[in-house]
């Protein structure tokens, strides 16, 4: 599969100075063979990217946090990992780099900053997956009905989606598309992800509990206290970011 035309990116940037040391250096980017539409502003993460998606033609989109880099080579890669899911699975919607599998187990590879060496896949890629993490999704337009504009806030987007898929009859999938996730601690699970996780309660009810990478989405309450409970005691002040995007690829041996 060639790139030329295939592929763009949308990515929601309120913090002009993380997409610039991140994002908007990946190369791919700062060389222009990915174009990166950017919105700001958002109210959600669904209403954004729905508002990035009506502005594209492209049929393969990848939606992705500011704070990702994309390392050298990642455009020509992820033409080649969709050009094998094609084949393999033509019926798939929505693929990422990271994510849970249907029986739970962890499938993707990600350099996380937080906890500083890469989070590795345990099992074979692509895998199918009951959800998938946000840091970057790659949907295939002409069978992706688009994100919920009533999930509130800037999380679950990825679990929804995948499970949207699904439920159409779709599948959905993690690739081995290795990227940095320059990541920083903290971000409380209250608030808007709270927000977020009682909506996808209520509307998954019949499919729980859906095992995702932050936290298993499950009517039991316990699931997110004991996470919010762990992050709490972690106290970590939200900073600046924890490195350099590049060295954070180097060192991952992405570049
Ligand atoms: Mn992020």
Redesign the pocket.
Known sequence: MTTSGQFCAIAAVNDDAIAAACLRRSPDIAEGSLSLHEIGGAESMGAAYNRGLAGTDAPYVVLL????YLPEGWLARAAKEIGRLESAHPDWAVAGVYGLTTDGRHAGRVWDAVFGHELTSSVRLPAEVQSLDE?LLIVRRDRFAGFDPNLPSFHLYGTDAVQSALQSGYGAFALDLPVV?N?RPIESLGGGYADAYRYMQAKWADRLPIATSVCTLSRNPWHLARVRLRRWRAKVERGGLLGDARDFARKAGYE
Do not use: S, T
């Not at 946090?65 to 990702?68: F, L, R």
């Open positions: 946090h500011q704070d990702v840091l996730h990541n």
